[in-house]
């Protein structure tokens, strides 16, 4: 049967690349996010940011229609995302020739298993929230990163957010800007947030804070209070948290109250989210909890991104989350790659995305790197307060100051 | 002395953690010690009493909890939720254990662990029930808040390093009276006494005129009661829930069964204090990471010297 499909696809190249034919068929784009859990709050507005995209441009291009599928890439089991059904997912992409475009993962592990996949059936692969920079960037992960990811030798992957190798250092600079002097380092021990936890670190060292304890916590404990405890008699003025919400920052947001410790706690996008906030409580956050997040939160932004609040707003009667704009972006950003190439032909509509330059976007003008990584830095600082996520500050503009490894 | 407070703050740490886990290992032990079952489902049995806690508490209505009313409101969840998983383990028990009575241990064990897919799955629906102590039920899977309705005020005085708050006093309020009331009722009354029997020998026991379904369904009854109390002072003491918590609850008191030597009441006790404490030790002085590493090193060691756990007695299930 594959056989068949792809020599059906082969002709079928032919012929539009020939242009002799008028196009007609259907292109499918499938996004493959945790639908089940707690992440579904966000996947769901980047569903939402998808489907907005497609419907303005009337789900046709050139003569093809534009179908969309959401995928879930999470199990119950887990209530989260699940190896074995993204590994599911990837292979359903691959063999159904069809599918032009693949839209996800929202976890960074995810991506780490759809990415070879994908790659060796050269289908192109945007995700609007992975930000583990060894997933694209040479130096800054695992020795075989990323080359393992691209089997083929050539990039599949791109991503419109700013990785961790910025975001860490944004979330360091806050601490130290804010006059702590000792932190202490909490993290979740998965790709995402070990990771962003090392960054840190290290840019925490080099801006001469003392670092009080790095460890890795158990994500399935009922509570920390005896790590809490420890860190409130080490006297460190401030803690970084390297998680997410599914990775039960909530609860060390809840423990590090309840034992008394009032410095200031830092946690990264994959906190920034309503659930975070039930999770945790919100009179927990009051006041001296920060959230660093790649790019603008929706209220935030400008032009094309703030217009893009406003239809979103119209369409689905509810605010946009900070990812919303991701996904509006990345099915954005393919759907523009299909108009260049025009043509059913994978291999074709990836070269067009890999062209990707000066953008317009709803996050501002970019472009895609040559390790497919947007050329978009901008980061933002945001507070809690009465419950909800308060823009605080821009940070970390381009060119990303010292955020780069030295 | 810096160091022996710390200390001292671990030590009440440990022993409130532990103390949680003991009541639910208490419901796992007892029907093992009756059926010779690892109910796995009691674990999630426990998490869906905390769910029906935080319903009855916003059906009381949210607010701001303080004083008498918000003892009372302890009071309620406390009847409401032991009640509820007292009667959902009995029916648990009636429709999935007890048609198996006569089939091998693993059929039993296999029909378990069925039960308990079923029960986390009832949690998760039920954490999209759109009610405003769910936020709403928007996200079924998230985990939830559950309200401070017990101060987290220092008894010490406030300048004290030492933490030690009513949710300790109330943790150990409610585990150290029922755990002496269980222990009367199993060796004192005249329902015990029928526990011990069918436990011993339930052909004997039938034979002598105990009604040993009934005495089964009573320990589940009771058992389930226990896992319903302790989940109400979990929630209170760590202040969230999620469908998830289950299997780690449930993990820690099997665990902590298992080390006391499963089947008897004082030894799930003794285990589970074990546990809270190492655990509290653990993270407080090493690294948390290794904290699961130490609990079930423990575990293995006890095992190899002790085959039948710190308390349980060789001779006590064998005829």
Known sequence: ?406 | MEWVDFFLQQLITGLSNGMIIALIASGYTMVYGIIELINFAHGDLFMLGAFLALTVLGALGLGDWSGASAWAAVVIMLMASAGFCGVLNWGVDRLAYKPLRNASKLSLLVSAIGASFILVNLGLFWGGVPMDVFAGGVAAAAPKDFPALVPNTNLLGEESLVQFTPKDVLVWAVTVPLMVGLTWIVTRTRLGKAMRATAQNPVAARLMGIDTDRVIGATFLIGGALGGFASVIYSLYNNTISFQMGYRAGMDAFTAAVLGGIGSMPGAVTGALVIGLVRSMSDAYLETRWTNTIVFGILVLILIFRPSGLLGSRAKEKV
């Not at chain 1, 960074?108 to 192109?124: D, F, R, W, Y």
């Not at chain 1, 932190?183 to 001469?208: M, N, P, T």
């Not at chain 1, 409130?232 to 919400?245: I, L, P, Q, W």
């Open chain 1, 1 to 406: 049967m594959t056989l068949k499909t792809s020599m059906l696809v082969a002709v079928l190249a032919l012929a539009s690349s020939a242009g002799a034919l008028a196009q007609s068929g259907t292109l499918k784009i499938v996004s493959s996010l945790p639908r089940t859990g707690s992440a579904n709050a966000q996947t769901g507005t980047i569903v939402n940011g998808i489907k907005m995209a497609i419907n303005e441009v009337g789900g046709k291009i050139d003569g093809y229609e534009i179908v969309y599928e959401d995928w879930d890439d999470a199990s119950p089991q887990r209530g989260n995302w699940d190896p074995t059904v993204e590994a599911q997912n990837a292979n359903k992409a691959v063999t159904d020739s069809t599918i032009i475009g693949y839209i996800g993962t929202f976890n960074s592990g995810a991506a780490k298993i759809a990415m070879p996949e994908l790659n060796k059936a050269g289908l192109v692969m945007i995700s609007p929230a992975n930000t583990y920079s060894g997933l694209t960037k040479p130096g800054m992960g695992e020795a075989n990163e990323p080359m393992i990811y691209r089997p083929s030798g050539s990039i599949n992957y791109f991503r419109v957010v700013p990785t961790d190798d910025l975001q860490g250092p944004v979330a360091a600079e806050h601490v130290a800007g804010s006059g702590a002097k000792k932190v202490f380092i909490l993290h979740d021990r998965e790709l995402y947030g070990k990771g962003i936890a090392d960054v840190f670190q290290k840019r925490a060292k080099e801006l001469g804070l003392e670092v009080a304890g790095f460890e890795g916590i158990d994500t399935k404990a009922s509570n920390y209070k005896s790590l809490c405890q420890k860190i409130k008699f080490s006297k460190a003025d401030a803690v970084f948290f390297g998680g997410t919400t599914q990775s039960n920052g909530g609860q060390v947001a809840k423990d590090l109250r309840s034992v008394g410790f009032t410095g200031m706690l830092v946690v990264p996008d994959g906190c920034r989210e309503e659930a975070f906030i039930q999770a945790a409580g919100a009179s927990n956050l009051e006041g001296n909890t920060f959230v660093t997040f790649g790019g603008l939160p929706p209220e935030q932004l400008t032009g094309r991104g703030a217009k893009f609040c406003e239809g979103y707003r119209t369409m689905f009667g509810t605010e946009p989350e900070a990812y919303a704009v991701y996904g509006y972006e990345a099915a954005r950003v393919l759907l523009d790659a299909i108009k260049r190439a025009s043509t059913k032909d994978r291999t074709a509509i990836l070269k067009a995305v890999a062209e990707t330059k000066d953008f317009d976007g709803a996050l501002g003008t970019w472009s895609f790197d040559a390790n497919g990584d947007t050329t978009n830095r901008v980061f933002s600082i945001s507070s809690v307060k009465g419950g909800k996520f308060v823009f605080e500050r821009r940070a970390g503009d381009a060119p990303a100051g010292g955020a780069k490894t030295e």
